[in-house]
C-alpha cells in the first residue's frame, strides 16, 4: 500500500471522474437563443478575472466571438503580462471594445485597486452600464508559495477573499438586471467514488484559521484539502451575497466539470500531468473549449435569466447542493471574517 499522499497522488487522475460520467448521461446541450431585451447582459459590460487562463480565456473569447448585436463590452481582471496584454489583443481583434486591469489576486490592496479602475470606466461611459462579473481566476492548493503577499493562505484568499473585495467595492456599481457568476467545483464534497479515490474533502473551519499561515498546505492532500475548502467557501459566500445583493443582482455558481490537463495542474509531477494530457483528449471528458462557452452563456443569455441564489449549475444542469453547503451560521460568519480579512490589508 503505498502511502497516503501517494495513493492522493496516483488517484487523483480519476478525480471527478463520477461527474464526468454523469455530466455525459445527464447533461443537454445548451441552445443558445440570440432574442435578447435592452436590459441582457449583452447590452453591457461584463468584467472577468482569470481571462488568460483555459477557463476563462476560452469563455473570454466565446463572448468575444458573438455577433455585434449580442456581446458586451469586456473588462479583462488578470496578472499583468505578456498573457493579458494577448488576451487583450485577441479579443479586440474581434471588434469587442475591451480593456485590461492588471491585477494580482493574491494581494488585496491591488484587487481594491482594479475594482477601482473597474468603476472609473462604467461611470466615465468608457464602457456600457456593469450586466456581469464572472469571478473565474482559481488556484489549487500549493506547497510551494502557499502563501498570498497578505500572508494569507494563497487558495482560500486567490479563489474566495479576493472575489469577495471585487465584488464588495463593485456591488453598488451594476446596472439591474445584472449576475454574478462564481465558479465552484464538485470537490467541495466528498462522495463515495471520491472517498475511495482518495480525493481530499473540504473540512471547514472558521475562516481566520483557514487563512492563517499555519493552515498553509504542508503536501498533496493538504493542498487538496485547501481546494476543497475553498470551493465550499464559494458556495456558502453564494448564498450570503444573494441575500446582501442590492435587488436586480442575481448570484449563480458555475461547475465547469473535470477538465484535465488545465493550469491548475500545473504543480503536479510530470508524470501525473502526462496522463491528465492523455484523459484529455478522451472524447467526452470536459474541457475549456466546452465549458468556457457554456460559462458565457450562464453570464449572458436569457436562458439563465432566472437563476439566482447561488443556484449551482454544472455546465448545463442545475443542481441541488448537499445540505451541508447550505448553512446560515457560516454563511453569515464567512461574511464577518471575509470582511476583517479584506479590512485587515487594505
Ligand atoms: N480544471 C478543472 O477541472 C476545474 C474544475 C472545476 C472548477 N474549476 C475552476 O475553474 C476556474 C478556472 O480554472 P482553470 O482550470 O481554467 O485553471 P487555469 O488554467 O490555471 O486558469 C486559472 C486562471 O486564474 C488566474 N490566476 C491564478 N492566480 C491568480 C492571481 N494570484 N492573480 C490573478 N489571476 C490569477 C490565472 O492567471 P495566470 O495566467 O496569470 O496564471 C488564470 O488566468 C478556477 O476557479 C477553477 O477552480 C476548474
Same mark, same amino acid.
Given at each position: 500500500?503505498?502511502?497516503?499522499?501517494?495513493?492522493?497522488?496516483?488517484?487523483?487522475?480519476?478525480?471527478?471522474?463520477?461527474?464526468?460520467?454523469?455530466?455525459?448521461?445527464?447533461?443537454?446541450?445548451?441552445?443558445?437563443?440570440?432574442?435578447?431585451?435592452?436590459?441582457?447582459?449583452?447590452?453591457?459590460?461584463?468584467?472577468?478575472?482569470?481571462?488568460?487562463?483555459?477557463?476563462?480565456?476560452?469563455?473570454?473569447?466565446?463572448?468575444?466571438?458573438?455577433?455585434?448585436?449580442?456581446?458586451?463590452?469586456?473588462?479583462?481582471?488578470?496578472?499583468?503580462?505578456?498573457?493579458?496584454?494577448?488576451?487583450?489583443?485577441?479579443?479586440?481583434? =474581434?471588434?469587442?471594445?475591451?480593456?485590461?486591469?492588471?491585477?494580482?489576486?493574491?494581494?488585496?490592496?491591488?484587487?481594491?485597486?482594479?475594482?477601482?479602475?473597474?468603476?472609473?470606466?462604467?461611470?466615465?461611459?468608457?464602457?456600457?452600464?456593469?450586466?456581469?462579473?464572472?469571478?473565474?481566476?482559481?488556484?489549487?492548493?500549493?506547497?510551494?508559495?502557499?502563501? =498570498?503577499?497578505?500572508?494569507?493562505? &494563497?487558495?482560500?484568499?486567490?479563489?474566495?477573499?479576493?472575489?469577495?473585495?471585487?465584488?464588495?467595492?463593485?456591488?453598488?456599481?451594476?446596472?439591474?438586471?445584472?449576475?454574478?457568476?462564481?465558479?465552484?467545483?464538485?470537490?467541495?464534497?466528498?462522495?463515495?467514488? &471520491?472517498?475511495?479515490?482518495?480525493?481530499?474533502?473540504?473540512?471547514?473551519?472558521?475562516?481566520?484559521?483557514?487563512?492563517?499561515?499555519?493552515?498553509?498546505?504542508?503536501?498533496?492532500?493538504?493542498?487538496?484539502?485547501?481546494?476543497?475548502?475553498?470551493?465550499?467557501?464559494?458556495?456558502?459566500?453564494?448564498?450570503?451575497?444573494?441575500?446582501?445583493?442590492?435587488?436586480?443582482?442575481?448570484?449563480?455558481?458555475?461547475?465547469?466539470?473535470?477538465?484535465?490537463?488545465?493550469?491548475?495542474?500545473?504543480?503536479?509531477?510530470?508524470?501525473?500531468?502526462?496522463?491528465?494530457?492523455?484523459?484529455?483528449?478522451?472524447?467526452?471528458?470536459?474541457?475549456?473549449?466546452?465549458?468556457?462557452?457554456?460559462?458565457?452563456?450562464?453570464?449572458?443569455?436569457?436562458?439563465?435569466?432566472?437563476?439566482?441564489?447561488?443556484?449551482?449549475?454544472?455546465? =448545463?444542469?442545475?443542481?441541488?447542493?448537499?445540505?451541508?453547503?447550505?448553512?446560515?451560521?457560516?454563511?453569515?460568519?464567512?461574511?464577518?471574517?471575509?470582511?476583517?480579512?479584506?479590512?485587515?490589508?487594505?
Amino acid at each position: 500500500m503505498p502511502p497516503r499522499g501517494g495513493r492522493v497522488l496516483a488517484l487523483a487522475v480519476l478525480r471527478h471522474v463520477d461527474d464526468w460520467l454523469r455530466s455525459e448521461t445527464l447533461t443537454t446541450l445548451v441552445t443558445m437563443t440570440s432574442t435578447h431585451s435592452s436590459t441582457s447582459p449583452q447590452t453591457g459590460t461584463v468584467l472577468i478575472t482569470g481571462p488568460t487562463g483555459s477557463l476563462g480565456r476560452e469563455a473570454t473569447l466565446a463572448m468575444a466571438h458573438r455577433p455585434p448585436h449580442d456581446r458586451p463590452d469586456l473588462i479583462l481582471v488578470g496578472r499583468p503580462g505578456g498573457g493579458l496584454d494577448d488576451i487583450l489583443a485577441e479579443v479586440r481583434a =474581434t471588434g469587442t471594445t475591451a480593456h485590461a486591469i492588471g491585477a494580482d489576486l493574491g494581494h488585496i490592496s491591488e484587487v481594491r485597486a482594479a475594482a477601482a479602475r473597474a468603476q472609473e470606466l462604467v461611470t466615465r461611459g468608457t464602457v456600457r452600464p456593469l450586466r456581469a462579473l464572472v469571478a473565474n481566476a482559481g488556484v489549487t492548493g500549493s506547497v510551494s508559495g502557499a502563501l =498570498t503577499t497578505d500572508g494569507y493562505e &494563497r487558495t482560500f484568499a486567490v479563489n474566495h477573499v479576493a472575489h469577495a473585495a471585487l465584488i464588495g467595492d463593485l456591488l453598488r456599481t451594476f446596472t439591474s438586471p445584472a449576475r454574478i457568476v462564481l465558479i465552484g467545483s464538485n470537490t467541495y464534497y466528498q462522495n463515495i467514488w &471520491r472517498r475511495i479515490l482518495g480525493v481530499a474533502p473540504s473540512e471547514w473551519k472558521d475562516p481566520l484559521e483557514l487563512t492563517a499561515p499555519e493552515s498553509a498546505p504542508h503536501d498533496l492532500h493538504s493542498a487538496g484539502v485547501a481546494y476543497s475548502t475553498s470551493k465550499l467557501a464559494i458556495l456558502y459566500y453564494a448564498h450570503e451575497l444573494q441575500r446582501r445583493a442590492p435587488e436586480g443582482v442575481a448570484v449563480s455558481v458555475f461547475e465547469p466539470g473535470w477538465m484535465p490537463s488545465t493550469g491548475l495542474a500545473r504543480e503536479m509531477p510530470a508524470a501525473l500531468r502526462r496522463v491528465m494530457g492523455a484523459i484529455a483528449r478522451i472524447p467526452g471528458v470536459s474541457s475549456p473549449r466546452e465549458s468556457g462557452p457554456l460559462l458565457a452563456s450562464v453570464a449572458l443569455d436569457e436562458k439563465w435569466a432566472s437563476l439566482r441564489d447561488g443556484a449551482f449549475v454544472v455546465k =448545463t444542469e442545475v443542481r441541488d447542493v448537499e445540505p451541508f453547503a447550505v448553512d446560515r451560521e457560516r454563511e453569515s460568519r464567512l461574511w464577518t471574517a471575509t470582511a476583517e480579512l479584506i479590512e485587515r490589508v487594505s
